[in-house]
């Protein structure tokens, strides 16, 4: 089975790193975002359901019975208990369709050479062990905050500084230019992957 070279990119929240995942897809890698999986999980896996309704009860649900990312986001961002109890039911489930992902891209009859995913919490979980190479992309402070809109105060105090993320990482780009530079800075961590 010839595995796909297994790349992450991760960073801070609005530093650009869907941006930089859906380049990698346009130079030919194979990609997925640990929050299509989130996404997924929540909407299909039934033992995720079950816990989060022993734990929140009915109020995470849309008008239509689906689970409502929303809601959840509203009740576990400002606490910390409530946010490390959702990562622990999501976080292996992730990490199990990752690999089962990678794994599946492995045996096709003509496997990508590299496949790429964004895994936001990427060192604080020791998951980079999972990976060929790393990717950091990171945007200063003021930038990142006209990009997001996301409640990330809580959730920034618990990450590694970008700092040391780039000082572990095999390739880092400051994402303060144009969506052409970003794309012409992972065009050539293709070619430097691929060679």
């Known amino acids: ?4 070279l297994a790349v992450a990119i991760t960073g801070g929240i609005g530093a650009g790193k869907s941006e930089a995942l859906a380049a990698f897809a346009r130079h030919g890698a194979a990609i997925v975002s640990s929050d299509e999986i ?3 999980l929540l909407r299909e896996d039934e033992d995720v359901r079950r816990n989060l309704l022993e734990r929140f009860g009915e109020r995470i649900l849309d ?3 689906q689970v409502d990312r929303g809601a959840i986001a509203r009740l576990v ?7 490390d109890w959702l990562e ?5 489930r992730v990490v199990r369709e990752y690999l089962q992902w990678r794994e599946d891209l492995g045996r096709l009859p003509n496997p990508p050479e590299v496949c790429v995913t964004e895994v936001p919490l990427l060192y604080e979980v020791g998951g980079d062990e999972r990976f060929d190479k790393v990717v950091v992309i990171t945007a200063p402070a003021e930038i990142r905050a006209e990009r ?3 409640a990330g105060e809580l959730r920034e105090t618990r990450l590694i500084p970008d700092e040391e993320k780039a000082k572990r990482a095999d390739f880092v780009y400051v994402n303060d230019g144009t969506l052409q530079e970003l794309d012409e ?3 050539g961590v293709m070619q ?3 060679r």
Do not use: C, I, K, Y
């Open 1 to 4: 089975m010839a595995r796909p």
């Open 38 to 40: 989130v996404h997924r």
């Open 63 to 65: 008008d239509v019975g």
């Open 77 to 83: 961002f400002g606490d910390r208990e409530q946010l």
């Open 88 to 92: 622990r039911l999501l976080h292996p």
């Open 148 to 150: 997001s809109e996301a």
């Open 185 to 187: 800075f992972v065009a």
């Open 192 to 194: 430097a992957l691929t």
